[in-house]
């Protein structure tokens, strides 16, 4: 079945709203898994040109949110407009809320040691009766994979929230999916490190301007290199919008 939306650059991203997106993740938990969500930005394209692995990931995919304001230009010029930026930081806490409401259980793996953890006490005081039913750190390694196999299928959650940053996280899920076997599973980045207080993430007044990703330059300057994805991507559209 088709789904609407655009295909830029080779990558499928999906005209989905937040409110479209939890629809979607309600729908698979009654349904049963494993469904996996990519939240696609600038980088995950211009990464998946050159990673083959990583693009059959993008395409496998069940849903790919447009997680980048570059996304909604790079539509735009491709006459294929999305209707809004879709963001894994504000659909985190948007699902935990769902979750409250519905009686989902959460499990969130990834980041550094003890991040995952205040991340869920944090969502947890936010919305009360939220079940975390696990956390843990570990790593995308092959090593860990076992251990975090075994300990997501004891806590049996409805949905699994992997922080392991991209692409690693996303090959991750798509390894690991059909063996866990949690019917919604989505790469959320840095999304626990902002709930955790580990990094500030822009205000709001910054990420209402499409600012964030200067924000996050100027104050994480050692991304300088992967900021250099965005001219890339900016030239790559430019040169697709040409052709067609």
Known sequence: MSRPGARILGVHVDAVTFGGMLEHIEAWIA?????????????????????????????DADLC?????????????????L????????GVPLIAERAAQRGWRLFLLGAAPGVAQRA??????????LQVVGTFGGTPSDEDA?????????AS?????????????????????????????????GSLDFLAGVQRRAP????????????????????????????RFVWAVLRERARS
Not at 34 to 57: D, L, S
Not at 71 to 80: G, H, I, Q, V
Not at 205 to 221: A, D
Request: proline share 10%; net charge positive; hydrophobic share 45%.
């Open 146 to 154: 076992p251990e975090i196999v075994s300990r997501i299928l004891s």
């Open 83 to 90: 209707p809004e930026r879709v963001t894994g930081s504000d």
């Open 31 to 59: 349904e049963g898994g494993p469904h996996q969500i990519c939240t696609v930005n600038p980088e995950f394209v211009m990464e998946a040109r050159r990673n083959r692995a990583f693009a059959a990931v993008l395409d």
């Open 157 to 189: 959650p409805d949905v699994l929230l992997v922080a392991y940053g991209a692409p690693r996280q996303d090959l991750w899920i798509a390894m690991q999916g059909p063996a866990l076997r949690v019917p919604v599973m989505m790469g959320v980045g």
């Open 120 to 129: 869920a006490e944090v969502l947890a005081s936010r919305y009360p009766g």
């Open 65 to 81: 949110i447009p997680d980048g304001v570059g996304l909604l230009w790079a539509a735009r010029r491709l006459d294929s407009p």
């Open 204 to 231: 709001r007044l910054v990420r209402q301007l499409n600012l964030e990703w200067l924000y996050r330059l100027v104050s994480q300057p050692w991304r300088w290199r992967r900021q250099l994805a965005l001219p």
